[in-house]
């Protein structure tokens, strides 16, 4: 009776990560493929189609783009977030508590609706479909979640480390980048490169807001289009790579702050 | 940054407070409080919880700007000054040391922010943890130190600045009992040393007597009574006075008549005469400390009239009696009367005291 319980705890666990991993162990073992057609029987291993990609200039131009939208969005992200955050911890500010759930509502909008809104608001304005245009996007579905994360951490004996350093001579600013900052690095880093994380994977606003020069996802996408192939296998292995180092960064700096 | 200009006189008081009010809302915080520290002085702000002395230290301090009255520090007008332009610098209740920091950089913080060299600071941050007993911690984190070593590291990195002023709020308030004693000694002795005027705030009346050198009692946003501790103590200026800073017993009554230098007051507890002066029919107090309080006559000492013991606490050396006047119930004597005294509840004695010993209270 024993036995069989944890046969089917066993079987549970199994099925869940299978469940979760499954695809994804798929897509890479297909990413090695010799022949041209993801499908079994496995013929590889071979590194051809992740030479393919690496060549190819388009793919390499979206990868590009992508990176330096995740972190240039993410880096304007985190510091309005942090502001913003500041400011709600520092000051009596009037409606702060309705202020401060409108900052954080777009985190329960979906994604289709913020880049639709965004879609008509550029159009109205006149800013052309661009990377531009998509890390804008990236910003508002980012920012909430980084002024979220960076308030939480903002408690009084913040106040009081900024106060003592007021009193020890120090200027406003030097107040912010000697102790606020520091203080709130471990938040500052985690919410960073979550919004990498969020915005490297993100496809619906990129897809409404981009047209020539667009992000590795979408062009993943045009990939799909002409149907499967061993080349979008390698593509999306090695966007999950860089996903993966993101998530073990994070728990780094996560894992090293509850040590300290 | 010392406040002094050159050609400035230094004789005068140190910190100079005249006519404080602040008000936090409706609440009316501090109400025309004035105050002069004396340099090299420990000055002691003592009061219960909402009694103004926090927010007074937080007027030195900078921390708050007063709706009245003005802060002078070796002459100069500070009312308005942020903390960072201020001769002051303080010890915080929970220290706020930086924890992303080495002991060794909290401590030259204030020196950094000044502009004084890597050399310079390296050696005042040395000499400044030698000073509190911390020399060998200069690279550890805060979160690594004791409560008690903690507070001293705030104490060295608010001295190394050299303030005319050390504030320190409640800064014992975090350790325990024994601890707590344990630093009261040191905080003394190491303001001896350093001749830095100290203004301490506390609600832990014995703190107050054993540290001040001037001790500011203060309630309800007015200073009730300042002096050294031995006056406030044994001349005690108001009720709240006699009750806050030790404990009193305190019997109401009016000026019947007044003598060549004494006069006479009708009681609670019946007529009694002492030294002092005032107006016929003036509502007066007296409180009497329970050391002063006898079960039998001395030389000089009168009745206070029969008493029923209602507690008796056994406290070591002595034991805290508690008795009600039968004469007025509203009348609870505190007497501290030696072990061997066998009272028990329930007994009626008579009380006595010195009339020397009864301080006489107008308000």
């Given at each position: 009776?024993?036995?069989?319980?944890?046969?089917?705890?066993?079987?549970?666990?199994?099925?869940?990560?299978?469940?979760?991993?499954?695809?994804?162990?798929?897509?890479?073992?297909?990413?090695?493929?010799?022949?041209?057609?993801p499908?079994?029987?496995?013929?590889?291993?071979?590194?051809?189609?992740?030479?393919?990609?690496?060549?190819?200039?388009?793919?390499?131009s979206?990868?590009?783009?992508?990176?330096?939208?995740?972190?240039?969005?993410?880096?304007?992200a985190?510091?309005?977030?942090?502001?913003?955050?500041?400011?709600?911890?520092?000051?009596?500010?009037?409606?702060?508590?309705?202020?401060?759930?409108?900052?954080?509502?777009?985190?329960?909008?979906?994604?289709?609706?913020?880049?639709?809104?965004?879609?008509i608001?550029?159009?109205?304005?006149?800013?052309?479909?661009?990377?531009?245009a998509?890390?804008?996007?990236?910003?508002?579905?980012?920012?909430?979640?980084?002024?979220?994360?960076?308030?939480?951490?903002?408690?009084?004996?913040?106040?009081?480390?900024e106060r003592?350093?007021?009193?020890?001579?120090?200027?406003?600013?030097?107040?912010?980048?000697?102790?606020?900052?520091?203080?709130?690095?471990?938040?500052?880093?985690?919410?960073?490169?979550?919004?990498?994380?969020?915005?490297?994977?993100?496809?619906?606003?990129?897809?409404?807001?981009?047209?020539?020069?667009?992000?590795?996802p979408?062009?993943?996408?045009?990939?799909?289009?002409?149907?499967?192939?061993?080349?979008?296998?390698?593509?999306?292995?090695?966007?999950?790579?860089?996903?993966?180092?993101?998530?073990?960064?994070?728990?780094?700096?996560?894992?090293?702050?509850?040590?300290? | 940054?010392?406040?002094?200009?050159?050609?400035?006189?230094?004789?005068?008081?140190?910190?100079?407070?005249?006519?404080?009010s602040?008000?936090?809302?409706?609440?009316?915080?501090?109400?025309e409080?004035s105050?002069?520290?004396?340099?090299?002085?420990?000055?002691?702000?003592?009061?219960?919880?909402?009694?103004?002395?926090?927010?007074?230290?937080?007027?030195?301090?900078?921390?708050?700007?007063?709706?009245?009255?003005?802060?002078?520090?070796r002459?100069?007008?500070?009312?308005?000054?942020?903390?960072?332009?201020?001769?002051?610098?303080?010890?915080?209740?929970?220290?706020?040391l930086?924890?992303?920091?080495?002991?060794g950089?909290?401590?030259?913080?204030?020196?950094?922010?000044?502009?004084?060299?890597?050399?310079?600071?390296?050696?005042?941050?040395r000499?400044?943890?030698?000073?509190?007993?911390?020399?060998?911690?200069?690279?550890?984190?805060?979160?690594?130190?004791?409560?008690?070593?903690?507070?001293?590291?705030?104490?060295a990195?608010?001295?190394?600045?050299?303030?005319?002023?050390?504030?320190?709020?409640?800064?014992?308030?975090?350790?325990?009992?024994?601890?707590?004693?344990?630093?009261?000694?040191?905080?003394?002795?190491?303001?001896?040393?350093?001749?830095?005027?100290?203004?301490?705030v506390?609600?832990?009346?014995?703190?107050?007597?054993?540290?001040?050198?001037?001790?500011?009692?203060?309630?309800?946003?007015?200073i009730?009574?300042?002096?050294?501790?031995?006056?406030?103590?044994?001349?005690?200026?108001?009720?709240?006075?006699?009750?806050?800073?030790?404990?009193?017993?305190?019997?109401?009554?009016?000026?019947?008549?007044?003598?060549?230098?004494?006069?006479?007051?009708?009681?609670?507890?019946?007529?009694?005469?002492?030294?002092?002066?005032?107006?016929?029919?003036?509502?007066?107090?007296?409180?009497?400390?329970?050391?002063?309080?006898?079960?039998?006559?001395?030389?000089?000492?009168?009745?206070?009239?029969?008493?029923?013991?209602?507690?008796?606490?056994?406290?070591?050396?002595?034991?805290?009696?508690?008795?009600?006047?039968?004469?007025?119930?509203?009348?609870?004597?505190?007497?501290?009367?030696?072990?061997?005294?066998?009272?028990?509840?329930?007994?009626?004695?008579?009380?006595?005291?010195?009339?020397?010993?009864?301080?006489?209270?107008?308000?």
């Amino acid at each position: 009776m024993k036995t069989a319980g944890k046969i089917l705890v066993s079987a549970y666990a199994l099925a869940i990560y299978g469940f979760i991993f499954l695809p994804v162990i798929v897509l890479v073992l297909f990413s090695l493929q010799a022949s041209s057609f993801p499908i079994p029987p496995f013929t590889g291993p071979s590194l051809r189609w992740y030479e393919a990609v690496l060549s190819d200039r388009r793919l390499m131009s979206a990868l590009f783009n992508s990176v330096v939208l995740a972190g240039l969005s993410s880096a304007v992200a985190v510091t309005l977030g942090f502001l913003a955050a500041w400011g709600f911890a520092r000051y009596h500010l009037p409606r702060s508590s309705l202020m401060r759930a409108l900052i954080t509502l777009p985190l329960t909008v979906s994604y289709l609706i913020i880049g639709m809104g965004l879609l008509i608001v550029f159009n109205w304005a006149g800013v052309p479909k661009s990377l531009l245009a998509a890390g804008i996007g990236h910003v508002v579905i980012n920012l909430p979640l980084c002024f979220a994360i960076i308030y939480s951490q903002m408690g009084d004996n913040q106040v009081n480390f900024e106060r003592a350093a007021r009193d020890l001579g120090a200027s406003e600013w030097k107040v912010l980048f000697l102790v606020s900052v520091p203080v709130l690095w471990p938040a500052i880093f985690a919410s960073f490169f979550l919004s990498m994380t969020f915005s490297w994977d993100e496809f619906v606003i990129a897809f409404l807001l981009t047209r020539f020069d667009t992000t590795l996802p979408v062009e993943i996408w045009n990939l799909l289009r002409s149907g499967l192939n061993p080349r979008t296998n390698a593509i999306g292995s090695l966007v999950f790579g860089v996903s993966i180092v993101m998530a073990l960064l994070l728990e780094l700096v996560f894992l090293r702050r509850t040590r300290r | 940054m010392t406040g002094t200009l050159p050609g400035q006189s230094l004789s005068g008081p140190l910190v100079e407070i005249r006519k404080l009010s602040h008000s936090f809302g409706g609440h009316k915080a501090l109400n025309e409080v004035s105050l002069t520290v004396e340099p090299g002085s420990y000055t002691v702000l003592l009061g219960p919880s909402g009694s103004g002395k926090t927010t007074l230290l937080s007027i030195i301090g900078g921390f708050v700007h007063p709706n009245e009255g003005s802060v002078f520090i070796r002459g100069n007008d500070f009312t308005r000054a942020p903390p960072a332009r201020r001769p002051t610098a303080t010890v915080f209740q929970d220290y706020a040391l930086f924890p992303h920091l080495t002991v060794g950089n909290n401590v030259g913080f204030g020196l950094r922010m000044r502009g004084v060299p890597r050399a310079a600071r390296a050696s005042k941050v040395r000499d400044a943890l030698a000073m509190v007993g911390l020399a060998d911690a200069i690279h550890k984190r805060p979160h690594q130190l004791s409560g008690g070593q903690r507070q001293r590291v705030a104490l060295a990195r608010a001295l190394v600045v050299e303030p005319a002023v050390l504030l320190l709020d409640e800064p014992l308030g975090a350790l325990d009992l024994k601890l707590r004693r344990q630093m009261q000694d040191e905080l003394k002795a190491l303001q001896k040393r350093v001749g830095t005027a100290f203004i301490h705030v506390t609600h832990d009346q014995e703190e107050a007597m054993a540290l001040a050198d001037h001790c500011v009692v203060m309630s309800d946003g007015r200073i009730e009574d300042q002096g050294p501790a031995e006056r406030v103590y044994s001349r005690p200026a108001s009720r709240f006075s006699a009750t806050f800073m030790g404990e009193s017993t305190l019997i109401s009554g009016k000026i019947l008549d007044l003598g060549m230098d004494e006069i006479r007051v009708d009681t609670q507890v019946g007529p009694l005469s002492l030294a002092g002066a005032g107006e016929p029919g003036f509502d007066v107090s007296l409180a009497i400390r329970p050391e002063h309080i006898t079960l039998v006559p001395e030389s000089g000492s009168v009745s206070l009239g029969e008493a029923v013991v209602t507690d008796v606490v056994f406290q070591g050396s002595f034991k805290r009696v508690l008795a009600v006047s039968t004469r007025d119930p509203d009348v609870t004597f505190i007497a501290k009367l030696r072990s061997s005294y066998g009272v028990a509840i329930g007994d009626k004695v008579e009380l006595y005291a010195t009339p020397a010993d009864m301080v006489l209270l107008s308000r």
